[in-house]
Each structure stands twice: as structure tokens, then as C-alpha cells.
């Protein structure tokens, strides 16, 4: 029999002679020693870790080991925290090996003194309190029919009779232990990385609640997926920054893997109260970095936010709004602990995109973790969809500018009204008819223009004053049926060809093909507006159909480059 | 003979030091009226850092353990237990596991167990000149005797041969000092303890 002794010279002396011994052995021996004290930098459960990750590579039939590892207090029962260590951790090599405590000790006296004591009633753990070698030899061929590896349903009773208690300070330190816990099991979820140990989580990843948690709460391993996934593919190009004050437990690690095929990944892991906290590196990335999605934690502030508990003042929300301010387009998806319904409308309320509810140990259920994958997986699904929002909201933003810049106010106001309500709309779209809605707003935008440029004339004279400048005015010809500008008469007074009018008479000249387009535009908002059958004069260019983000893009190109070359 | 897990010190108050950086941690975990009856002992001197503490002056310094790291005092406090006799206790909430170590010298400890209903009376203790004893901080004035008499047993058992002479010498200190004189009386005073917890 392969037997590991562990201990640190707390075993009785005729057992250490012997198993350090010379003499020919019928069992195949190897012997760990534990440092006396552990190190004041280091957390017990670290420092166990440390060793026995160190010095356990191989498997044995039967690891032995005091009940206590601790140098003079027999109350700490250290020596159960250590094979509890060793049934929880894969990377020891002996979760299934049975294990035999040496003590004086009674049983009925540790599990009323030690918070662990539930380990040795599960299957393959024994207790004797042998002080010879004599009595250990007699021992082992006692019991050795029953000194058997755990099998698979034993390792789930051993799970199911064991527990670990939430360390004492859990109420102050859920969130980050809890946080680890979330940011592992969706990284196993979707990748089959192990997370890795850093500063800001290596002492939470070799706790043994952690540990026990985790096996408790084990998932299989995913399948083959043999290639990128659809997420994956969607991430493929895109930019994504997450702003996370714990970004280092596990979430960007996470994040990150599972959206590889990402441009770019950045991060922001400080703490803060607000938005203006933030260091100015921060805030610039934040408003210079074209991000497709920001994952924003509701909680920045590490504990200091533990009692809050409405929801507007978490430090999370208030970046939320100021990155809303900066830019509705954004899409941000909140990473929130909290399940509650009016925290989570709260989120949306402040503007959200999306949220991601990180799982927590206390509240797991069955394929708890799948549907929770699953939720994040469609709401980033979602945000990517509409990432193209920003770069509408930017270029909605530049032409105001222009407009402010060089149109009267009096034309000003209706047109930036149009814009917004069209965003707004388009932003909250979620249906053909609320596509349609967004593209007729914007159509608005884009009538209010042309009225800067073509007014009705009275008595000849222009009604309305830009810079003493009269802007153009119309009149219509006798009989009714085309207007003229500046002598040059157009057609009927459709909005196309006031358009074309326009840059006639303002350039000089215009694009066939522009002029298709805007031709198609009208066409389309003509038969939405009076319920008629679609049907577009010019072949289309991009989808000729009305209702989804294309035809906005399209009707939004138009107005783009027409406000611009008429101010040109 | 270097540290025992007994106190050499004649009959007098033994004073402590309580060094935290955070002045409202023990509001956290004691009543405001237990924290005003420690700040009243003449024994218990509170700070917020090592700079305005002489530790000549004190038998016992409490110190919050990220502030020991974050200082680099370890080989300081170290010095001082080894060296002065001093008794040293390491507080922080995110202790997995309470630990004595240096001979009943240095224990390292839970924030929660730390600032716990046993700390009054374990200052108060020092201050009436009993023997200092961690134990009585981690398992209260009543049951601080247990793990000494289960370390006792658990020496008995290692040496069944009696052949270690260390073994021997702290069996020898133990059994003085509470006044064991027999395996039975040992057996029964454990058993009274375990059955009152």
C-alpha cells in the first residue's frame, strides 16, 4: 500500500521513527512535514495550498495525517482543514483517497469542538487514536478491505454530508467571494480554462469555503463546440471595454476569453464613487474609446456600498447616466448581484441596454448556471446588434452642431427635436411598425431642412432671413403644376425634387444616383404614411423594404450628406 | 528554556495596546457601551498606528494584520515576542483559519473573535495581574484551560515511550502549572470543559 504521511512532528514518536525508519517496510511510505507556523503574510488556507500543491503529485492508497497540524493548540484541528483541502482540490491528485486521522481525541468530543467535524463522518475517513507501531500495523490489517478509493456516489454523499461555513467576515466580503465564485462558473461554463490566480483573487481561489463551494456547485465540463461559437463570431472585430473595481477576481478574465475574437478588450479597475472619481485616463478612455459594448459593474466601491440601498445612488449607476450623457448610443450592460425586480428596473430606467445578474453560491438552483449563460450570451447578442446606435448618436450630435452653427433658431429647434425623436425611437425599436415610426421622425428632420431652404414666397419676396440673407423662396407658375426658383422651374412640389432644386440651385449640379436614392426614400415614407402598396421608382440600393435599422441608415445617409453639402 | 506557553511575570497589571486603523471596526462587531468600558480600562491603550506606540510599554500588542503587512512590521513584532517576551495577536477579517503559535505567544485571529464578548473580560484579566494567556481571548475566562489540557493528553499520546526529553519538559510545565497530577484528573477536567461547551 502507497501511504502519505503528513504531519508536523505531531505524530507519535515510535510512528515517526518508523515510517523515517531503515528497516525493510511492507508498505511503500512517503512523508510530507508541514512548517511549523505559517507565515503572517500569508491567510492559513494559502499557506496549506502553497504546500500542498507543492509536494502532492502523486496518488496514494491511504494518506494519514493528525488531527491537527498546528504546533501546540490540539483546538485548531488543522489537520482536518487539510484533507478537506485534498478531497475538495483536483489539482492535489488524491480527492478520492481515503484518509485516517491519528489522535487521542474521541469523536464525539471533535464534533463538538471543531467546525469540520461533519468530514469524519463521510465515507473513507477514519479515525483511530493508534500510538504505536504495533497498534498502526494492526490497524491497517484490520481495516485494510475497507481502505478503498471513494467511488462516485460516495464523493456525492462526502458533498452532501460535509460543509464548510461561510467564513465570519462572508456578510462583509460576499461580494467579492461571491463575485470569484460567479466570474468561475461562468468561466467553466463557457471556456475550459481554469481561472487564473491573481493578486486580487489568489487568497479567495485557495480558500477552502471557495473551493468547497465550487465543488459543491460542479458543473460538467461543456462540450465540443468544435469552433467558434455564434457570440464569438459576432465579437469578432468589435471593441469592448469593462469597468469593474474587482475586474481582477475573474470577470475580465472571463469576459474576455469568451469574447475572443474581440478587437480590442480594455479595462477600468479602480475604485470610485462617481463618474468625476475616476482617475482622468479613465474618463478619457471612457469617452474616447469607441467601445461596441461597456460592461459596467453596479458596485465600484468595493464594501463601502453594502448598506446602499436605493438603487441611484451605487457608484455603478451614476457612470451609467454619465456614459448615457456622453452618448445615449452606448451600450451598456450592467453586472449587477442583485435579483431584485426594482433594482433591476432601476437599471433599465437609468438607461441600461442590458443586464447580466452574477451568480452567487447562495443562491443557486438547478441549471442555474446554463440559463444564466444563456441570458448573457442573447443580451450581448443584443447590445452588438445595436452598437451601431453610438455612431448614429455622434453624427446626429455633429449635425446639430452644424445646424446650431449655421441655421437661424427659429429652424433650428423643430430640426434637432426631429433628430432626438427619431434616436429615441429608433433606440427603442423592437418591431417593424417602431422601425417605421424612427425613419418618419427622421424624415421629419429632413422636411424641416428643406423648409430652411425653400419657403413660399410672398409677393415675391422671401419670408424668411438667414444672416440678412434671404433664403430661397418659390413661386409657383401659373397653372399650378411646377414651382420655380430663381427662374429655373422644377416639377410638381414633392419633397424629391424640392431636394433637387435645392442642389441646383445651391451647387449647381447633382448625383443621378443620389437623386435615385432620395427619389426611394420619399417613395417609402409616401406609402407608409398613406397605407399604399410599396413601390420603389429606382432599384435599391440597400433593403427595399421599410421597418428595420437599414432603411433608417439609408434615409440617415441622405440627410447626412444633404445637410452637409448644402453648408458646405 | 526560550518562551513558555506560561508567563513568567510577577503580580502586576499587564497592560495592552490595541493598534487598528479603522477607529470604528470594533463598533462593528461590540456595543458601544462594552467599547467605552474597555477605553475606561487604565490597562488598554488604543491607536491607529505603530508611530504613537512605545511597545516597551506594553505586554501586549493587538495589531490589525493588513496594517503589518502594509508596514512591513512582521520582523519588528517578531523581534519583540522572541526577544522582549512580548504577546502578540494578528486581527483581520479575512482569517480562514485562528492559529497560536511562538508557545501560546502569537495568535492570529478573526476581526469577529478578536472584538468578541471575551475581550473585556480578558483585558480586565491583564490588568489584575493573572498570568497572560491568548487562550483566554480565543475561548473566554472559562474554557481557556482546554486546549492546554488536550495538548497535555495529546503529549501523552505522542510519547507513549516517554522518550522525548522536550516532550517530557512541557509535559512537566503543564502538569505544574494546573496542578495535573494523574491521566484520570486530566481525562475528567477535559470532559467537564467539552460537556459545558
Not at chain 1, 455564434?230 to 471595454?241: D, N, R, V, Y
Not at chain 1, 437661424?408 to 427619431?422: A, G, L, N, V
Not at chain 1, 429655373?488 to 449640379?509: C, E, M, N, Q, T
Request: net charge negative; hydrophobic share 40%.
Amino acid at each position: 500500500m502507497k501511504i502519505l504521511f503528513i504531519h508536523n512532528n505531531n505524530l507519535p514518536v515510535p510512528i515517526l521513527q518508523f515510517i523515517y525508519g531503515t528497516q525493510p517496510q511492507e508498505h511503500n511510505f512517503k512523508v510530507i512535514p508541514i512548517a511549523q507556523d505559517a507565515s503572517d503574510k500569508d491567510d492559513y488556507d494559502t499557506f496549506l495550498d502553497k504546500t500542498l500543491l507543492s509536494s502532492l503529485a502523486e496518488e496514494y492508497d491511504l494518506i494519514v495525517l493528525p488531527l491537527t497540524l498546528s504546533a501546540i493548540n490540539p483546538l485548531e484541528f488543522t489537520g482536518i482543514r487539510c484533507a478537506a483541502h485534498i478531497r475538495l482540490d483536483k489539482r492535489y491528485n488524491n480527492t478520492l483517497t481515503p484518509i485516517l486521522f491519528l489522535g487521542p481525541d474521541s469523536l464525539d468530543e471533535i464534533l463538538r469542538l471543531s467546525e469540520l467535524s461533519s468530514f469524519l463522518l463521510t465515507p473513507s475517513v477514519f479515525l483511530s487514536d493508534a500510538n504505536t507501531v504495533d497498534q498502526f500495523n494492526e490497524w491497517i490489517d484490520t481495516h485494510h478491505t475497507i481502505i478503498k478509493s471513494l467511488s462516485k456516489a460516495n464523493y456525492g454523499r462526502f458533498l452532501n454530508r460535509f460543509e464548510v461555513k461561510a467564513p465570519a467576515n462572508f456578510a462583509d466580503d460576499h461580494h467579492s467571494i461571491a463575485n470569484l465564485w460567479g466570474a468561475t462558473v461562468l468561466c467553466r461554463r463557457i471556456t475550459k480554462e481554469t481561472m487564473p490566480s491573481t493578486a486580487g483573487n489568489a487568497e479567495a481561489l485557495r480558500s477552502l469555503f471557495f473551493k468547497y463551494v465550487l465543488t459543491k456547485r460542479e458543473i460538467s465540463e461543456p462540450g465540443n463546440r468544435g469552433g467558434q461559437n455564434e457570440t464569438e463570431t459576432l465579437a469578432t472585430g468589435k471593441s469592448f471595454l469593462l469597468i469593474d473595481d474587482e475586474a481582477d477576481k475573474g470577470w475580465f478574465f472571463a469576459l474576455s476569453r469568451y469574447l475572443k475574437g474581440a478587437n480590442q478588450f480594455d479595462v477600468i479597475s479602480e475604485k470610485t464613487h462617481n463618474y468625476e472619481d475616476l482617475t482622468e485616463a479613465s474618463r478619457t478612455k471612457i469617452e474616447k474609446g469607441n467601445y461596441d459594448i461597456i460592461f459596467l459593474d453596479l458596485r465600484l466601491n468595493g464594501p463601502d456600498e453594502e448598506d446602499i440601498i436605493e438603487p441611484d445612488k451605487f457608484s455603478g449607476m451614476k457612470v451609467l447616466r454619465k456614459i448615457k450623457e456622453i452618448n445615449r448610443g452606448t451600450q451598456v450592460i450592467m453586472f449587477t448581484a442583485s435579483n431584485k425586480a426594482w433594482n433591476l428596473k432601476a437599471l433599465l430606467d437609468a438607461g441600461a441596454d442590458g443586464y447580466y445578474i452574477k451568480m452567487s453560491p447562495e443562491y443557486y438552483t438547478e441549471n442555474s448556471i446554463e440559463n444564466n449563460y444563456k441570458s448573457l450570451r442573447e443580451t450581448i447578442r443584443y447590445c452588438l446588434k445595436r452598437a451601431f446606435l453610438k455612431k448614429i448618436y455622434n453624427k446626429i450630435a455633429s449635425l446639430n452642431e452644424l445646424c446650431e452653427r449655421e441655421i437661424d433658431e427659429e429652424f433650428y429647434t423643430p430640426i434637432e427635436k426631429y433628430f432626438d425623436q427619431s434616436f429615441i425611437l429608433l433606440s427603442t425599436a423592437g418591431n417593424n411598425t417602431q422601425y417605421k415610426y424612427a425613419f418618419l421622425s427622421l424624415f421629419g428632420a429632413l422636411e424641416e431642412v428643406v423648409k430652411y431652404w425653400i419657403c413660399p414666397a410672398k409677393k415675391n419676396q422671401p419670408l424668411y432671413y438667414f444672416d440678412d440673407e434671404p433664403v430661397r423662396a418659390w413661386d409657383i407658375d401659373r397653372q399650378g403644376k411646377q414651382f420655380v426658383i430663381n427662374g429655373v422651374a422644377y416639377g410638381d412640389f414633392a419633397i424629391s425634387r424640392r431636394i433637387i432644386a435645392i442642389y441646383l440651385d445651391r451647387l449647381g449640379r447633382i448625383d443621378m444616383e443620389f437623386a435615385k436614392r432620395i427619389y426611394n426614400l420619399v417613395a417609402r415614407r409616401n406609402d407608409f404614411v398613406h397605407n399604399s402598396l410599396s413601390h420603389l421608382p429606382y432599384p435599391a440600393i440597400q433593403t427595399p423594404e421599410l421597418g428595420d435599422r437599414h432603411s433608417y441608415e439609408d434615409l440617415f445617409e441622405v440627410v447626412e450628406l444633404f445637410i452637409e453639402d448644402c453648408f458646405q | 528554556m526560550g518562551l513558555s506557553i506560561f508567563s513568567s511575570f510577577t503580580r502586576m497589571s499587564h497592560r495592552i495596546v490595541i493598534i487598528d486603523d479603522r477607529p470604528n471596526r470594533p463598533y462593528l462587531h461590540l456595543p458601544e457601551d462594552t467599547i467605552g468600558k474597555l477605553k475606561k480600562l487604565p490597562n488598554v491603550h488604543f491607536a491607529t498606528s505603530m508611530c504613537d506606540v512605545d511597545c516597551d510599554k506594553f505586554d501586549v500588542i493587538a495589531i490589525h494584520r493588513s496594517y503589518v503587512v502594509s508596514a512591513n512590521l512582521s520582523e519588528e513584532l517578531d523581534y519583540l515576542i522572541k526577544n522582549e517576551s512580548k504577546y502578540l495577536i494578528l486581527f483581520s477579517g479575512g482569517v480562514s483559519q485562528q492559529t497560536v503559535s511562538n508557545r501560546g505567544h502569537k495568535a492570529i485571529l478573526g476581526s469577529e473573535v478578536f472584538y468578541s464578548s471575551h475581550l473585556l473580560p480578558f483585558c480586565e484579566d491583564l490588568s489584575s495581574g493573572e498570568d497572560i494567556q491568548l487562550y483566554k481571548l480565543l475561548y473566554g475566562i472559562d474554557t481557556w484551560k482546554l486546549p492546554i489540557l488536550m495538548r497535555l493528553r495529546q503529549l501523552y499520546w505522542l510519547d507513549p515511550d516517554e522518550e522525548d526529553t522536550d516532550i517530557d519538559d512541557e509535559k512537566e510545565e503543564i502538569e505544574d502549572a494546573l496542578g495535573i497530577d494523574s491521566i484520570e484528573v486530566l481525562e475528567a477536567e477535559i470532559t467537564q470543559l467539552v460537556m459545558a461547551i
